[in-house]
């Protein structure tokens, strides 16, 4: 059925001057139009031609002027019925025919024949220009009829309906609006819009539904109304005439137009984006060592759809009420490319012995082998990245402690151990080396790791404890935050030295110190100067630091895999008015020795 939809337009932009609930005020020009008609005849043969325009007036239909000067038949509608209805008779001789009748050579029948069927044509033309006359006055009879229909009806016309399905033919204004804002909406508002999505990684459709109630607050039922009480009322003659016609034989839909709830639609396309899409799945990579090789995954595509376009689309949808079915528009969403270089990276390492977790100190954690590979062969392997999977042959370099091999063994000897002395009545001091000397108790240190002073211990603020004590700063002794927290720093050093640990970073105080031999305190200070040294050993070491009677000793526990004996001395000369000092260290291996420059400090002479 063809769909006709009200245009929304005001009489006045049609075209009438003005508009009322009965009549508009029809113009001249509307009045020729209705009056006028073209009549048509058959002819003989079958086909049809133009005859007379019929004027309409008020006592009906009749012929033009033209029309009647070349066909004058004084007869009437009334007089043409009965005679279509009486079979016509035969037509009568003349008398002065009825000798040559008699003459058999001149066969009298035929002359009676042609005056007959010349005489039956003309009756039968003048049947035909009654049954004329009679076809345009009920055309002009329904003509007329059907204008006062249109031009007086008080009803929306027939076919009007709205939502397709509700009729609201032969209702008021009112009651359309009423019947729209009540039984209208909700059966609306109990539907169901469709949408469907398609996961194209796996080449199927989702379906996910938006109930019309869920999303939208009210119908405006009289906008409705008023559209559907329009149609048919608004252009000239012909243009009402026609939009009536259409309507009762083709139907005619009036929008409707909804409220949305504020945030409604769009939680709803986030619920339906949390289901039907998904990230794509980046390249990863593993190295294989029983087969020794490296596996390269490239990855998955995601899946996506413009979620603003959906919310927007929706809305619309919704305040018109249209619930057709929708599509939601997927797209792929690639995944990136796998980067030669950053997998050589990752994969590429030296081997690393069996280590301690720190957490708590006890449970081994596996040995890791080394593995070496190009970034050329990597990336000669994988090329345009068409396969899912790509394996490239690897180097490894086993570990040479495995958990085996450390379990045993964890934390079983001290390497080394160092004790300086305090001052226990000096609290605020005391205070500052216990707080920083218990933060550095406990530290390990797996092969390969470095120690950092301040970051374990921490910037030293009275929030945290310390308190101020005497400090060395500008050349002179002073009163500052955190004093005497260098003496653990120098404790610890003076025990890495003696466990023949790589030292990374250490500096002399301005003064030589006390409580340590010449050159052999570590300085510190927040966020300027640190101690720093590394496990070089094969296995993990860990610090055990003990604070109390005026003695501070350090232990550094881990595992001994050689005879080692480790010697220190210094040697000192003053110039002008610093004490210069360079210690050595001797570092003895089953019996062979070995001397070493260890450093060189410079101290400020009182």
Not at 74 to 93: F, G, S
Request: hydrophobic fraction near 35%; charged fraction near 25%.
């Amino acid at each position: 059925m063809k769909e006709n939809k009200q245009s929304g337009a005001t009489p006045e932009q049609n075209g009438v001057e003005e508009s009322t609930k009965g009549f508009p005020v029809v113009t001249e020009q509307d009045e020729a139009d209705a009056a006028s008609f073209e009549m048509k005849k058959r002819n003989p043969d079958g086909s049809w031609v133009a005859a007379a325009p019929v004027h309409v007036t008020d006592g009906g239909a009749e012929p033009a002027a033209e029309e009647q000067s070349s066909a004058q038949e004084p007869e009437t509608a009334a007089e043409a019925e009965p005679a279509e209805a009486v079979p016509e008779e035969p037509v009568k001789e003349p008398e002065s025919a009825a000798p040559e009748a008699a003459e058999p050579e001149e066969e009298p029948e035929d002359e009676p024949e042609e005056e007959v069927s010349k005489e039956g044509t003309q009756r039968k033309k003048s049947k035909g220009k009654r049954i004329a006359a009679v076809v345009a006055g009920a055309a002009a009879v329904v003509v007329i009829g059907f204008s006062a229909y249109v031009y007086s009806y008080g009803g929306i016309f027939p076919g009007v309906r709205v939502a397709d399905s509700y009729k609201l033919s032969g209702m008021t204004q009112e009651e359309a609006q009423s019947y729209i804002a009540g039984e209208v909406q909700n059966g609306i508002f109990d539907k169901e819009i469709k949408l469907t999505g398609k996961d194209l990684g796996t080449d199927s459709e989702k379906e996910y539904t938006i109930k019309v109630s869920d999303v939208a607050e009210a119908v405006d039922g009289a906008t409705s109304a008023q559209q559907a009480y329009l149609i048919g009322r608004e252009g000239n003659y012909f243009q009402r005439v026609g939009t009536v016609l259409n309507s009762m034989f083709s139907g005619w839909d009036v929008s409707l137009n909804a409220t949305v709830k504020d945030g409604t639609i769009a939680a709803k396309v986030d619920e339906i984006a949390a289901d039907l899409t998904y990230d794509p799945v980046q390249p990863s990579w593993q190295v294989d060592k029983e087969k020794a090789e490296l596996q390269v995954d490239t990855g998955k595509q995601g899946l996506g759809f413009d979620k603003e376009k959906a919310v927007s689309d929706l809305t619309a949808k919704v305040q018109a009420v249209d619930l057709e079915d929708y599509t939601i528009e997927t797209y792929a969403v690639d995944q990136e490319k796998p980067d030669a270089k950053a997998i050589a990276e990752d994969v590429n390492c030296d081997p690393q012995n069996a280590t301690v977790d720190k957490s708590d100190g006890k449970t081994v954690l596996e040995a890791v082998d080394g593995v070496k590979v190009e970034e050329s062969a990597i990336s000669s392997a994988i090329g345009d990245a068409t396969e899912q999977t790509y394996t490239i042959p690897v180097e490894l370099t086993e570990a040479k402690i495995k958990k085996a091999d450390l379990e045993p063994v964890l934390f079983r000897d001290t390497l080394a151990s160092a004790t300086t002395y305090y001052n226990g009545g000096q609290a605020s001091r005391t205070t500052n080396l216990r707080l920083a000397a218990n933060a550095c108790d406990g530290t390990i240190l797996n092969p390969g790791e470095e120690f950092s002073y301040n970051d374990i211990v921490g910037e030293r603020t009275a929030a945290r404890g310390y308190r101020s004590a005497i400090i060395f700063q500008d050349g002179q002794e002073v009163e500052g935050l955190g004093g005497g927290v260098c003496q653990p720093s120098s404790t610890i050093y003076m025990a890495t030295l003696r466990a023949d640990l790589e030292v990374t970073e250490r500096y002399n105080h301005q003064f030589q110190v006390t409580y340590t031999p010449v050159s052999q305190d570590a300085a510190v200070a927040w966020g300027s100067t640190d101690f720093k040294f590394v496990n070089d050993t094969d296995y993990p070491i860990k610090l055990d630091i003990s604070v109390g009677g005026g003695t501070l000793t350090v232990r550094i526990i881990g595992t001994k895999t050689v005879d080692k004996e480790v010697s220190l001395y210094a040697k000192t000369y003053a110039s002008g008015s610093y004490k210069h000092a360079t210690l050595y260290k001797t570092v003895t291996v089953n019996g062979e020795s070995t001397t070493n420059k260890e450093n060189s400090s410079s101290y400020l002479l009182k």
